[in-house]
């Protein structure tokens, strides 16, 4: 969806522009992207598809010998702006190797020495207590024009690495300016209560599989002795893809699961549903600039910081207490409290909205 927001800004400011993307970045490929600009991969990328079906970097890498010349991490010449939107790149919880800072620090001093305006626009920073990620907040501070952080607890983590504040600014997440296409097929699950799993609830170790099956099928049950239309969405990727037929397997498919649409399907479907149970972030992202309620399993801060960025407190479900996530989606779902908290988001989205055309223009005036 950050590509999607990115791409629409682009196509406003400079509609005859060419964008160059990572070939890893679109794993369905270009036509996958609705846009109107001039989309292409970055040059070489074609050599380093080919190499990695014949696992060439990861015998180059065990045989200590480089492999940058197949990796499309070098400046595309003559680049305006790099702009990097890579959600939550820059932390401890993803344990970047010397490789990794190798590959950001070629990128972006080949970028400087051509005079490129680098932007940092990712969804959070930190934890950073590693010293690879140290390395890289200290990549980013040198090579950068601007960063900007999503909330106040990434901002600190910026601070801490004495990251200088000059090129620093702080705003909102910037996806609610992006408006969802709810595919008709799907409209018989309008005013339904969707579901979005997510594998990194199990891999960085916030809960069992197990559990968080069990939590997600007692939240289903919830809503559907409720009498209301429940599904799973996929939002992204042939993992989550696989967690949602596995939770649905366990309600004997009782319930629809939804996948393979597009970032603007995924988010007009939410648009569309009376409550958003996510652990997905811009799952919740989507919801609450769509003014839909929303509840989130979190494994990192950035869930409770956007939550608190609408104004919105106490949305973060404890997967602990199984008592206690039934009751808040009890809650969210009473005609009243769902209401209340449409009409509290409608008020706060005219102010995110406005942050974001703000936070373009400090882009574009560098």
């Not at 907040?137 to 950068?144: F, G, K, S």
Request: aromatic letters at 10%; glycine letters at 6%.
């Amino acid at each position: 969806l950050m590509l999607y927001a990115i791409l629409q800004e682009i196509e406003r400011k400079y509609p005859d522009a060419q964008v160059y993307v990572p070939i890893y970045a679109i794993r369905q490929g270009l036509s996958y992207i609705h846009t109107n600009l001039k989309l292409r991969n970055k040059p070489f990328a074609k050599i380093k598809k080919v190499a990695e079906k014949l696992h060439i970097p990861g015998i180059l890498r065990r045989l200590h010998l480089p492999y940058y010349f197949i990796d499309d991490s070098s400046a595309v010449n003559g680049t305006d702006y790099f702009i990097d939107a890579s959600g939550f790149a820059f932390s401890d919880q993803w344990k970047p190797t010397d490789y990794i800072v190798k590959v950001w620090e070629k990128q972006l001093m080949g970028y400087h020495k051509q005079g490129t305006k680098i932007i940092f626009l990712p969804q959070a920073f930190g934890p950073v207590n590693l010293p690879n990620t140290k390395k890289e907040l200290a990549l980013l501070n040198q090579y950068a024009d601007i960063i900007m952080p999503r909330e106040e607890v990434s901002l600190g983590y910026l601070q801490q690495c004495n990251v200088n504040m000059k090129k620093v600014r702080l705003f909102l997440d910037f996806t609610s300016i992006v408006y969802g296409q709810c595919p008709k097929r799907y409209d018989h699950l309008k005013n339904g209560v969707c579901i979005i799993p997510n594998l990194r609830m199990i891999d960085k170790g916030v809960i069992s599989l197990e559990n968080y099956l069990e939590i997600l099928n007692k939240l289903i049950d919830k809503a559907i002795a409720g009498g209301y239309k429940v599904y799973l969405l996929n939002h992204e990727g042939r993992e989550d893809e696989e967690l949602a037929y596995m939770c649905r397997n366990k309600l004997c498919n009782r319930i629809e699961v939804v996948t393979g649409l597009n970032a603007l399907e995924v988010k007009g479907l939410i648009a569309t549903s009376i409550l958003c149970i996510t652990s997905r972030f811009h799952g919740a992202a989507s919801a609450l600039n769509s003014c839909v309620p929303c509840l989130a399993t979190s494994w990192s801060h950035k869930y409770a910081e956007l939550f608190k960025g609408y104004g919105m407190t106490d949305c973060v479900l404890d997967v602990t207490n199984l008592v206690s996530c039934i009751d808040k989606v009890s809650e969210f779902l009473s005609a009243n409290k769902n209401q209340e908290i449409r009409e509290h988001l409608r008020l706060q989205l005219p102010k995110i909205q406005s942050q974001t055309q703000d936070m373009w223009k400090c882009v574009w005036s560098i």
